[in-house]
């Protein structure tokens, strides 16, 4: 039997949210190594300071959510704040992470200053801002009928709990990796960065010399370059959203369908040509090839004849020269 998540404000959602985040810190004793196949800005953590990381992000977002709970917002006034509160809910886990890293805390006070002035016109922020935490907090908050029309795959009164449940551990890793990057820009320079990974000993035994550390940082970087130029355009265009849930084989990913049409709107010129060129590909390519697999059946088939053709001469020529023999 299909659990649904319930529609409206009521002790029932109340319910839901709370058996959520129950859920969601048991699985933290699972195994939360990176099964994605792609590199994560958590993996050069050891398991304490990510488990500590992922609890840190939890008790903050269930603060987040009664404290919201008790301003009563409608939906427009979460729509309108939630890009303030995502980059001040990034803001406040960056200071308590580093916090516990480091009690006296005041070596690294201006880098949190730093980190809180530098989200203004972040375009892949404003996306991720809208996948994360948009719908999520309609789901937490309000529930699943204030949710926009067609931007999933069903009917938004019928929104079953995994779904939510899917996003929520989905939002949970990906603003791990949104705070260990804020994290990580904020140096002033790499040995900075190096010597603040070896001082407190957060790295995992994999990253533990500077060679390491550096593939690990260069890794990240190109892999992010590809998924911003490339990967990204391609799911916005497909209406698909990569989501991180965990499991007990670790942290996996699948890909759910969402309506992106917003997000066309976000992106660069250079990414909406790749749009564009994928457009042609799915429209042309498939022309073209059906074009030259004719093409190439004709030529064989003439080949083929020509063969035949030739061989037949062949042997009555040989016939003939017998003959006269």
Known sequence: M?????????????????????????????????????????????SMHK???FNIILREFEKLILDLTELNLGKQKLKQLNYQIFC?????????????????????????IKIANNHKNNKILMIKHNLLLDNLLIYLILGSSFIDKHIFIFNKFYTPYQHVQILFE?????IS??????????????????????KYSICNNAYISTRSIILFLNYLRWQNLIYSYIYQPQEIYNAHYQVLIFSNKGIIKKY?????VKDLEKLSKFKKIFIFLLEI???CIPKIEKFFLILIKYIFYIIINLINNTIILMIRIIMSYLYQQ
């Not at 109340?14 to 993996?43: G, H």
């Not at 804020?182 to 070896?198: A, D, G, H, P, V």
């Open 256 to 260: 759910i369908y969402i309506s992106r």
């Open 281 to 283: 590909k799915d429209t």
């Open 177 to 198: 990796h949104i705070i260990i990057n804020k994290l990580f820009n904020n140096f002033l320079s790499l040995s900075e960065l190096i010597q603040f990974l070896k």
């Open 88 to 112: 001040d809910f990034i803001d406040n886990i960056v200071y308590e992470f580093i916090y516990y890293i480091n009690k006296k805390y005041d070596q690294y006070q201006k880098t949190n």
């Open 2 to 46: 299909i659990k649904y998540w319930p529609n409206t404000t009521s002790i029932k959602l109340n319910n839901y949210v709370v058996n959520l985040f129950y859920i969601t810190k048991k699985k933290f004793v699972y195994d939360l190594s990176n099964n994605t196949q792609n590199y994560l800005y958590t993996d050069i953590l050891n």
């Open 51 to 53: 488990k500590k990381l």
């Open 170 to 174: 989905n939002f949970i890793i990906q």
